[in-house]
């Protein structure tokens, strides 16, 4: 292969730039040289262009670590000596010369400016607006860093597909310089806007009130409702934010990024406190440095809602999906070995323990726990004494087995009318079945999800993961919620009966519909769908989802191309009920073209035309995938008794005005026996015979 | 009186995933209006069958959203609505001018529920997703094999039926947000994400372990337990999951078979789980000689969990304890048929949640709706009709 001549440094710069702003690769030939030319004619401009390649460069890199959160926001400026989250200016210091020694002394005196994060997984959320201090004081290298910082700011704003407002201040007396540099339906950047802001260097005096009155009020119009302001100057704020917006519980998050100057290192931690809105002030002995701060700032949408869980693993997923939507859910355990949960595999490391269980962890996410032994009267009574205290009790007792220890719903009630109690067993509270026994195989079976799964020559076969009790779960926390809005009317709480069998059969799609229209048994018949739409077939690398429903045009001619059509090309088969009919010989003709094909490869050219071929890939697929990647599906929790951070996968929806969170790591045994019994009026010396007695 | 009375739901959704969350809603009394446009494909049978279980308890109006005025009569049901939800594809929404910045100007307290197949942004943003295409992305279909042979996956969408159930709870807690705060929002549902939430622990080992997943065929996937699966009885296609985990329930097991022989060398759980697949060969040939419906019996009785492998027959037309919870019922239709429907899987004692009618036929209420929430008049309702505004 020839190799490539040297490039002329200027298209060099104008090829960072490029890539640098969004460009995405997809410049034109002719708007390279265009802003070639014009980097060439302005020195200032090339310099730019080069700080802002490192920099992205040097971004990125840190943002590499697997699980990373790309959407955690930046909750304040502190200095330290955390050199995971040093600020873009900091970058660039131990990227130069001259200053690489000073960056090595604060290194030393712990004074790097860096941030810490809010670690709220916040979807949804709302464009960037940076105020750029283009005062006279700022000229020269601080110019030049600034903007470096204010377009990697672009960059990042791009990549989380977030709308960018630039405004350059100075004096009072010069008009603001505001650009939106992406329009509303698209998050490309053109590159001449990024240009304009590159250029424009008002110089004069420094006025602050303006810039962010007009940001806030940009905030005020309903787009940009939820955006988060960055004011980048080098000077001393003294503005003051304006209270909260109507329609915000708080005011904006204002983030001031100061280079930080010698004479006064202070600045960066007043600026940013005196824009913080008073409520969010954390004293400086509150603050962890590098680490993450909590409570969030905005609370989940149960937030309020006291629940016990009692419930074993039919219905451990109840709790977790009211917990991680705000909901203070205690944990009620046998004392001793704790849940039945904490026995089951797979382990942290391999090891059995009680605190190892991944199974556990997975059901246990942001609840507390405490001990209690609720089969002895003592604890039967400390029990109804939490209830008395509580909106919602969820168990997994064979019916009636509460009942008969004093805290059934009737006794419990008697003391706390509102309470709402969610039982879930495998059959339901009554009817010939209810004292029957179920684990989650026996329960699909019965509900009829079982019988439909498989190939045609072989058995059965149960779904991956425990679906039976993952949907009496879901159905749990629905009839809960239910109970409560009825609460709100009459005041009272009432009793969910939540059936393993029966949430089986509402996870169905075919099998009680086509028996009641047509009195037909569907039948397993392997990766062929009922619909006879869609079945796997093989690649030369494994397995990808055939689907004959969507652009059929593009799919034939494809297949065409390639010689392998058969007689797909004919009439018939544009009629879609046809290819349903047809499926089996259909698919064989599919099977035949793409075997050619690696997975990737059919996949992406499927996806191109618009048809919505898909890898039969394993779960752990899902941890590498970068769609899931850039969502931030995958929230990492600490487990700091492990000297462990393990990625949980994160919200099944995302409720973008109350977000889901994982507010704390699943207990350990008993870890909230004195706070929860303490509330009660449970005093140390009582709980403590108590533990003597294993009551807790 | 039911949970959700006077909440109303301006129902965009369509397909699979969108109807079943919806129908949940409407289940607990909210006024759900489907919005369907003329020629909309259906499975059959509005009224009951696959169709009528999707859409039981709606309402149905035909707007045409390509025009004008069909897309301000919606946007005017918006205004008076307390969730706006739709399951298209992200765009669809946004084009129609209809997104929750739009809705927000309608009704400032708006809960505008986005069902796509992988979220409002992001890299797949735009791509296209079925159920068993979201199926085969997150492991399920891989997996649900017998080890060593092909993967075989759900025989359906379970995919649909995981997005819809958790975009019930969805609405449900943003609807309970509001009552607290005053204030709606947007909710942004991914089922690929809302399915691989239900993968479970697995992605867990996975993360930390870097190994890859192995089918486990009808393996226990919670505490190891032998004999554990699906075994064959005696006709055609019947089978009998069982489930044995600790010795306690071995003992009950064997005593429940009459104490034979051969149970003698499987008295530890650790004997059971090393000879796993010989102690299936055994409980086979026990099995076959067996009627599904006896040796459930026989052994839960004997306080052994297992249970029959139920077909479409089984669960609909012959299971006593279903049937002791109503589960199916029998709906009455405008046209005098009965019609018969599965309901919520959940009971609640007080103020129960309930099929409250029929699947609706196209375009059954449009008169109605718009004339009881809009105030359109017998004349305006005519004019639209023959201009093709409503159907």
Redesign the interface.
């Given at each position: 292969m020839p190799r490539c001549p040297p490039r002329p440094p200027a298209s060099q710069e104008s090829r960072s730039w490029g890539t640098g702003l969004g460009g995405g690769g997809r410049t034109s030939p002719g708007r390279q040289i265009e802003l070639g030319r014009r980097l060439a004619t302005n020195p200032k401009l090339r310099k730019l262009a080069a700080v802002v390649g490192r920099m992205r460069q040097q971004a990125l890199a840190l943002r590499k670590r697997p699980?990373e959160r790309l959407s955690e926001e930046v909750f304040d400026v502190q200095l330290g000596r955390d050199l995971e989250r040093l600020l873009p200016p900091e970058l660039l210091a131990l990227g130069h010369p001259l200053l690489r020694r000073d960056f090595a002394r604060r290194l030393v005196e712990g004074r790097l400016l860096s941030y810490s994060l809010r670690g709220v997984d916040e979807?949804?959320r709302g464009p960037m607006i940076v105020c750029l201090d283009g005062s006279g004081s700022m000229e020269g290298e601080k110019e030049i860093w600034s903007k470096a910082v204010a377009l990697t700011l672009l960059e990042i704003a791009r990549r989380?597909?977030r709308l960018f407002r630039f405004i350059c201040f100075s004096s009072a007396d010069t008009p603001l310089f505001t650009l939106d540099l992406n329009p509303r339906?698209r998050h490309e950047v053109q590159e001449d806007r990024a240009l304009d802001v590159a250029e424009y260097f008002p110089g004069g005096g420094t006025d602050f009130e303006t810039p962010l009155t007009a940001a806030l009020g940009c905030l005020g119009a309903?787009?940009y409702r939820r955006g988060d302001i960055v004011l980048i100057t080098d000077g001393e704020c003294r503005a003051r934010v304006g209270s909260a917006l109507p329609?915000r519980e708080e005011a904006p998050p204002v983030l001031a990024l100061l280079r930080a100057d010698r004479r006064r290192p202070e600045l960066v931690r007043h600026a940013a406190r005196a824009l913080r809105p008073r409520h969010q002030r954390v004293p400086a002995h509150r603050r962890r440095r590098g680490r993450r701060l909590r409570p969030p700032l905005m609370a989940g949408?149960?937030?309020?809602l006291r629940v016990l869980d009692l419930a074993d693993?039919k219905g451990a997923l109840a709790g977790k999906?009211l917990a991680d939507?705000g909901a203070d859910v205690v944990l009620v355990e046998p004392p001793g070995g704790g849940s039945?949960l904490r026995?089951?595999?797979?382990f942290?490391q391999?090891l059995p323990h009680p605190e190892r269980s991944?199974?556990f962890?997975?059901?246990n996410t942001s609840k507390r726990g405490i001990t209690l032994d609720v089969a002895r009267p003592a604890g039967a009574a400390l029990l109804r004494r939490l209830a008395a205290d509580a909106d919602v009790l969820i168990e997994s007792e064979p019916p009636g087995r509460l009942a008969t220890l004093g805290c059934g719903p009737e006794a419990l009630r008697a003391a706390n009318p509102r309470l709402v109690v969610a039982s879930i067993t495998?059959?339901?509270?009554?009817?010939?079945?209810?004292n029957?026994?179920?684990?989650?195989?026996?329960?699909?079976?019965?509900?009829?999800?079982?019988?439909?799964?498989?190939?045609q020559a072989?058995?059965?076969?149960?779904?991956?993961?425990?679906?039976a009790?993952?949907?009496a779960g879901?159905?749990?926390?629905?009839?809960v919620?239910?109970?409560?809005?009825?609460r709100?009317?009459?005041g009272?709480g009432?009793?969910?009966?939540?059936?393993l069998?029966?949430?089986v059969?509402?996870?169905?799609?075919?099998?009680?519909?086509?028996?009641?229209?047509?009195g037909?048994?569907?039948?397993?018949?392997?990766?062929l769908?009922?619909t006879r739409f869609?079945r796997?077939g093989r690649c030369r690398d494994g397995?990808?989802?055939h689907?004959t429903?969507?652009d059929w045009t593009s799919l034939v001619e494809w297949v065409k191309a390639d010689g392998m059509a058969a007689d797909l090309g004919d009439p018939p088969w544009e009629d879609v009920r046809h290819r349903a009919t047809g499926a089996e010989h259909l698919f064989d003709v599919l099977d035949a073209w793409a075997a050619r094909y690696t997975v990737d490869e059919l996949v992406e050219g499927a996806?191109l035309r618009?048809?919505?071929?898909?890898?039969?890939?394993?779960?752990?697929?899902?941890?590498r995938?970068?769609?899931?990647a850039?969502?931030g599906?995958?929230v990492p929790i600490g487990h700091p008794e492990l000297g462990a951070t393990?990625?949980?996968?994160?919200?099944?929806?995302?409720?973008?005005?109350?977000p889901w969170q994982i507010s704390r790591r699943p207990p350990l045994l008993g870890e909230h026996d004195d706070e929860v019994y303490g509330r009660i009026g449970v005093t140390a010396a009582e709980l403590a015979t108590l533990r003597e007695q294993a009551v807790v | 009186?039911?949970?959700?009375d006077g909440v109303r739901v301006l129902d965009f959704t369509w397909v699979?995933a969108g109807p079943v969350a919806t129908r949940?809603l409407a289940d607990?009394g909210a006024d759900v209006i489907k919005v369907e446009r003329r020629g909309a494909a259906d499975?059959?049978?509005r009224r009951?069958?696959?169709?009528?279980?999707?859409t039981r308890g709606k309402r149905s109006v035909v707007l045409d959203l390509n025009r004008p005025r069909g897309l301000d009569l919606a946007r005017r049901l918006a205004a008076v609505s307390d969730v706006v939800i739709d399951n298209f594809s992200a765009r669809v929404m946004?084009n129609l001018g209809l997104d929750y910045?739009e809705l927000?100007?309608l009704r400032?307290d708006v809960i505008c529920v986005r069902m796509t197949g992988?979220?409002?942004?992001?890299?797949?943003r735009d791509?296209?997703?079925?159920?068993?295409?979201?199926q085969?992305?997150?492991?399920?279909?891989?997996?649900?094999?017998?080890p060593g042979?092909?993967?075989?996956?759900?025989?359906?969408?379970?995919s649909?039926?995981?997005g819809g159930?958790?975009?019930?709870?969805?609405v449900?807690?943003?609807?309970?947000?509001r009552?607290?705060?005053g204030?709606?929002?947007?909710?942004?549902?991914?089922q690929?994400?809302?399915v691989?939430?239900?993968?479970?622990?697995?992605?867990?080992?996975?993360?930390?372990?870097g190994c890859?997943?192995t089918?486990t065929?009808?393996a226990?996937?919670?505490?190891?337990?032998a004999p554990?699966?699906?075994y064959?009885c005696a006709g055609e296609?019947r089978?009998?999951?069982?489930?044995v985990?600790s010795d306690e329930d071995w003992a009950r097991f064997a005593r429940a078979l009459g104490d034979p022989e051969w149970t003698g060398r499987f008295v530890s759980r650790a004997a059971r789980l090393e000879h796993a697949a010989e102690l299936d060969r055994l409980v086979a040939a026990w099995s076959r000689t067996q009627v599904a419906e006896e040796a459930m019996a026989l052994l839960?009785t004997a306080?052994?969990?297992?249970?029959?492998?139920?077909?479409?027959?089984?669960?609909?037309?012959r299971?006593?304890?279903?049937a002791?919870?109503g589960?199916?019922v029998e709906v009455p239709t405008p046209e005098g048929r009965t019609?018969?429907?599965?309901g919520?899987?959940?009971?609640?004692?007080?103020?129960p949640?309930r099929v409250g009618g029929p699947g609706p036929l196209l375009g059954e209420h449009t008169d109605e709706v718009l004339g009881e929430l809009l105030g359109c008049g017998e004349e305006e309702l005519r004019a639209l009709r023959e201009e093709g505004v409503i159907g």
């Open positions: 699980f979807r949804g989380q597909r339906e309903a787009r329609g949408a149960l937030a309020g693993q999906l939507l039945p026995t089951i595999p797979p942290w391999g991944l199974f962890w997975f059901y495998p059959f339901g509270q009554r009817g010939p079945y209810c029957w026994r179920a684990s989650d195989t026996v329960a699909e079976a019965m509900g009829g999800m079982l019988f439909v799964n498989g190939h072989g058995p059965p076969l149960r779904a991956f993961g425990l679906q009790y993952h949907q879901i159905f749990a926390a629905v009839g919620l239910g109970a409560l809005f009825a709100e009317r009459t009272r009432q009793d969910v009966d939540v059936s069998q029966a949430a059969a509402g996870a169905l799609e075919h099998v009680p519909g086509l028996w009641h229209q047509a037909t048994v569907a039948a397993r018949q392997g990766t769908h009922w869609f796997v397995w990808v989802m689907c429903v969507g996806q618009r048809i919505p071929y898909a890898a039969v890939r394993p779960p752990e697929g899902l941890l995938d970068p769609h899931l850039e969502r599906f995958f393990v990625p949980y996968p994160g919200p099944p929806f995302h409720l973008t005005g109350a | 009186m039911r949970p959700l699979v949940i607990l499975f059959g049978d009951g069958g696959l169709s009528g279980t999707l946004s910045e927000c100007r400032p992988f979220g409002l942004d992001g890299p797949y791509h296209v997703s079925y159920g068993p295409t979201l085969a992305l997150t492991g399920y279909t891989l997996l649900m094999a017998e042979a092909p993967p075989a996956g759900f025989g359906y969408s379970y649909d039926l995981a159930n958790l975009g019930a709870l969805a449900l807690a943003a609807l309970w947000h009552r607290r705060t204030r709606g929002q947007l909710v942004d549902l991914s690929l994400e809302a691989a939430s239900l993968v479970g622990p697995t992605l867990l080992a996975r993360a930390l372990d890859a997943s089918p065929g009808n226990s996937q919670e505490e190891p337990g554990h699966g699906v064959p296609d089978w009998l999951a069982i489930s985990f839960q306080g052994v969990a297992a249970g029959v492998v139920a077909n479409a027959e089984d669960l609909c037309a299971d006593p304890q279903l002791a919870r589960h199916f019609v018969r429907i599965d919520p899987p959940f009971l609640l004692s007080d103020t949640a």
